[in-house]
């Protein structure tokens, strides 16, 4: 069994907030995979279902952001998981908007949510990094992550949660590798080889025609001879 947990903070409020692209990516897994019905239990919202052959706990913290570990670790707990089993989706700066990068243990790089997670089951566990941008200066930070998403964000965000949902069962198997293909078709679709290529409108080149060949000469010695005198 693994739990995905997904960062963000709780009411309508925050709903569309950049902050809250993880519980995006949970709310999407679970509508298109057929997870069970949300409850409210372990201080946040929590749903059952499978992705290939493993079962999967959703989790999304309701004790807003600063908090979201003591939510994780009470349910890490109750279902005898370890941090190993552990997969945490939350927003991040430092990637541009829509990319995305699978990342197993290190440091929370003051990311509030990460932070507080350290703090409750230590750093072992994995984290999905969904890039958001960066506001340019650190001051702007806080405002900037708890504004929603611009509408010019709609497509990027759409295709990004298409992807994340079409390659979920692949995380689940540990083929993370496969799981960013599955992300990169989606933001980056592939060609299709029916497609011609575009004619050139470069001129042709001429080539000179061919000069033609003169018949051979068949007369003999004697008749040439004769021909010079004529």
């Not at 993880?22 to 995979?33: P, T, V, Y």
């Not at 749903?47 to 052959?53: A, D, K, M, P, T």
């Not at 927003?91 to 990319?99: H, I, M, N, R, Y």
Request: aromatic content about 6%; glycine content about 10%.
């Amino acid at each position: 069994m693994l739990m995905f947990v997904g960062l963000g903070n709780p009411g309508a409020k925050y709903a569309g907030n950049r902050h809250n692209i993880g519980f995006m990516a949970l709310d999407r897994i679970a509508e298109d995979h057929g997870f069970a019905p949300w409850k409210s239990k372990f201080q946040g919202q929590i749903c059952e279902g499978r992705l290939g052959s493993e079962k999967i706990l959703l989790l999304k913290p309701e004790t807003f952001m600063n908090l979201s570990g003591q939510s994780v670790g009470e349910a890490m707990r109750f279902y005898k998981l370890t941090p190993d089993d552990i997969i945490v989706f939350h927003d991040e700066l430092d990637l541009a908007p829509g990319k995305l990068r699978v990342k197993q243990g290190g440091g929370h790089a003051g990311h509030n949510g990460l932070r507080s997670i350290h703090q409750h089951i230590g750093e072992a566990y994995a984290r999905v990094r969904l890039g958001v941008g960066h506001p340019g200066r650190k001051e702007l930070v806080a405002h900037y992550v708890l504004q929603d998403f611009a509408k010019a964000d709609a497509n990027w965000l759409d295709d990004l949660m298409r992807g994340i949902c079409d390659g979920a069962a692949e995380l689940a198997a540990g083929r993370n590798d496969k799981f960013l293909n599955a992300v990169a078709l989606r933001l980056t679709p592939a060609r299709s080889s029916k497609t011609k290529p575009a004619e050139s409108t470069k001129p042709t080149s001429m080539k000179p025609a061919a000069k033609p060949q003169a018949a051979p000469d068949t007369r003999t010695a004697l008749q040439k001879l004769a021909d010079k005198f004529r």
